[in-house]
C-alpha cells in the first residue's frame, strides 16, 4: 500500500511537473521560435498559463518604434488538435496598434516585419492552410499618426473558417452613433484577400489617416461622408477602389477653411509589398463655398494622379463650372495644375469665361499656410458694356471688346496691383453720362495739360455718345492709390461730332475694385 501510495505520489509530481514546469517552458520556447521566424524578434510576453487545453499570454509587447501592445491572448486547444497540429480558437483583447508612414509606405508597426516575412516566402499554387479554426478580437484599438497627432479607432474582429476552407472578416469600428464595418474574405491556401467597406465615417478620422500618408500635409475636418471600398490581394499584387461622398463637410488645409462641401470621390490604387501606386482621384460634380474668402463654386470635376505617395504626375486637370468671387461670376473653368509636393501646389494654367471673353492665367504658386500669391490676370475679348456696368454702372456704358493684363499680388485680404494695361479693339462706342464726375476728371486733366477752358463743355457734349478709334488704359500705383491713364481719341456721334484726342486720369480706383470684387477689409496698393 505504501509503495502504491509512492508511485502514485511520483506520477502526481510528474504530471504536475508536466504541466507547472515543462509544458510552459516547452510553449514559451515555441512562442518564441515562432515570433521569432514571423520577423517580430524582441517581442515579449507574460505566460500567464499553459496546459494541454490552452495557453493564456500577458502583456505582450513588440518593443517596436510603432508597438504593438495586447493586453491579453487566450489560445484554446486539445490534446487531439495538438496532435493534428491544430488550435481551435484565439481570443485577443486589448490590442493596440498603431499605423504610421514610413519612406513612403503605410507600415503598423511589428506587423512590417511579418509582412516582410510573409512576402519573402515563395507562394505556391496550393498555398498553405491555416491551422485554426476561429480569431476573436475584442476590445482593441487601431492608431493612425504620431503621439501628439494620433486618431485612435475602437474596433472588435471576428475572423472563422467557411465550409468551403477559406476565412470570413467581420470587423465593427468607430464610437456607436457612426460604426464602421468592414468584411471579406481570407484563403490562406491562395493567399487571395478580398475585403469590402460601407460606413459612414467622421470627417476627422479621414483626415487624420490623409495626415498619417502624408505627415507635411496640415488638415483637418468635420462633418462626415459616406464611404465604400473594395481591396482585393492575390498573388503578391492588389487593388483598391473607393468612392467618398462628403455632404456638407468643412476642411481647413494650411490656414485655408472651406465649408458646404459636395461631391462624389472615387479613388483606385495598386497595392504591392504594402505601398500604394499608380493612385487616381476622380471628382464628380463637387460644391464648396469659403466664407474666408467669399467664394463659391460648383460642377467641380478632374482627376489627381498619383504615381506613389510621394510622387504626382506633372500635369493634373480640373473643371470648374462656376466659380463666385465677391461679385463676380466666371464660368467654364479650367485649372492645369502641377502637385509638387504636399506642401505646394503650381497652377500652370487656368482659363475661365467672364463678361463673353475669357480671363486666363498661370505659373501661380500655391504654399499653405503662407496666403500670398502671384499672378498676371490676362483678360482677352471681354465685352465693354458688361464690364461698365460692373465698374461703373449708372455712369458710363459702350460697346466694344477689350483685352489686357493686369499683374496682382494677392495677400488675402489684401490686394497690390503692379503696372497693367487694358486696349479695347477700335471702332467701338462709348457714352459717358455721369456729367459730375466728367466734369471733376476734366478740371483735374485740363488743369494739367493747359489746354482751354472752353473745350471742356464741347468734350462733354462728345462723350455722351463717342466713337471710338483709340480707347487704352494704363494702370499704375501712385500716391493716391491705383490710378488708370486713360487714352480717348475718336469722335462725337452727335451735334457738331467733336474729334477727341485726349487723356483722362482717374484715381482712387481701389473703393470701386473693392466693391466689385466684394472684399471686406481694404485693398492697399503696391508697387
Given amino acids: 500500500m505504501r509503495r502504491a501510495l509512492v508511485a502514485l505520489g511520483a506520477i502526481g509530481l510528474l504530471l504536475a511537473a508536466g504541466r507547472f514546469v515543462v509544458i510552459p517552458m516547452i510553449i514559451r520556447r515555441q512562442l518564441a521560435a515562432a515570433l521569432a521566424g514571423a520577423g517580430m524578434e524582441g517581442t515579449s510576453f507574460e505566460l500567464h498559463r499553459a496546459s494541454l487545453w490552452g495557453t493564456e499570454l500577458r502583456q505582450i509587447s513588440s518593443g517596436n518604434a510603432d508597438p504593438l501592445r495586447v493586453d491579453r491572448i487566450e489560445v484554446g486547444y486539445s490534446p487531439v488538435s495538438l496532435w493534428h497540429g491544430r488550435i481551435n480558437t484565439i481570443r485577443i483583447e486589448g490590442l493596440k496598434l498603431v499605423v504610421a508612414q514610413h519612406s513612403g509606405r503605410l507600415e503598423a508597426g511589428p506587423l512590417r ?25 475584442v476590445s482593441s484599438e487601431m492608431s493612425f499618426g504620431p503621439a501628439e497627432d494620433r486618431i485612435v479607432l475602437p474596433f472588435d474582429a471576428n475572423i472563422h473558417r467557411a465550409a468551403d476552407g ?13 460604426p464602421i464595418a468592414i468584411s471579406g474574405r481570407f484563403d490562406p491556401r491562395t493567399r487571395a484577400v478580398d475585403i469590402t467597406f460601407d460606413s459612414t465615417v467622421d470627417a476627422g478620422v479621414i483626415c487624420g489617416i490623409a495626415r498619417v500618408v502624408q505627415p507635411s500635409l496640415a488638415i483637418s475636418g468635420t462633418g462626415s461622408l459616406k464611404a465604400s471600398a473594395q481591396f482585393r490581394f492575390a498573388d503578391g499584387k492588389g487593388n483598391i477602389q473607393t468612392r467618398l461622398e462628403p455632404a456638407n463637410m468643412s476642411i481647413g488645409i494650411g490656414g485655408t477653411n472651406v465649408e458646404g462641401i459636395q461631391a462624389v470621390l472615387n479613388m483606385t490604387g495598386n497595392f504591392a509589398s504594402n505601398a500604394l501606386s499608380n493612385l487616381k482621384l476622380t471628382i464628380e460634380q463637387a460644391k464648396l463655398n469659403s466664407a474666408q474668402f467669399d467664394l463659391s463654386c460648383d460642377g467641380i470635376s478632374g482627376s489627381l494622379v498619383l504615381l506613389d505617395l510621394s510622387r504626382p504626375d506633372d500635369r493634373q486637370r480640373v473643371a470648374v463650372k462656376r466659380l463666385n468671387i465677391g461679385n463676380s461670376e466666371l464660368t467654364d473653368g479650367e485649372i492645369v495644375f502641377q502637385l509638387e509636393d504636399w506642401r505646394s501646389l503650381l497652377i500652370q494654367q487656368t482659363s475661365w469665361k467672364w463678361l463673353g471673353g475669357t480671363v486666363s492665367s498661370g505659373d501661380i504658386r500655391i504654399s499653405p499656410p503662407s496666403r500670398k500669391i502671384a499672378l498676371t490676370l490676362a483678360v482677352q475679348a471681354i465685352d465693354l458694356h458688361s464690364l461698365l456696368e460692373l465698374l461703373a454702372s449708372g455712369r458710363a456704358s459702350g460697346e466694344g471688346r477689350v483685352s489686357g493684363a493686369i499683374p496682382m499680388t494677392i495677400d488675402w485680404p489684401h490686394v497690390a496691383f503692379g503696372h497693367g494695361e487694358l486696349r479695347a479693339v477700335p471702332g467701338g462706342q462709348l457714352s459717358i453720362t455721369d456729367a459730375a464726375l466728367l466734369e471733376q476728371t476734366l478740371d483735374q486733366t485740363i488743369a494739367t495739360t493747359g489746354q482751354d477752358q472752353g473745350m471742356k463743355q464741347r468734350i462733354i457734349e462728345a462723350l455722351k455718345e463717342f466713337q471710338y478709334s483709340v480707347l487704352n488704359a494704363d494702370l499704375n500705383n501712385g500716391e493716391n492709390g491705383l490710378t488708370a491713364k486713360i487714352k480717348i481719341a475718336g469722335q462725337g456721334k452727335q451735334g457738331q461730332k467733336q474729334p477727341l484726342d485726349l487723356e483722362l486720369r482717374i484715381s482712387g480706383l481701389d473703393n470701386l475694385l473693392r466693391g466689385y470684387l466684394g472684399i471686406r477689409q481694404k485693398i492697399q496698393s503696391g508697387n
Avoid: C, R
Fill in 113 to 137: 516585419a511579418v509582412l516582410s516575412h510573409s512576402a519573402a516566402v515563395p507562394t505556391s499554387t496550393t498555398g498553405t492552410d491555416w491551422p485554426l479554426e476561429s480569431i476573436d478580437v
Fill in 166 to 178: 477559406g476565412f470570413v472578416l467581420k470587423l465593427i469600428g468607430g464610437d456607436g452613433a457612426k
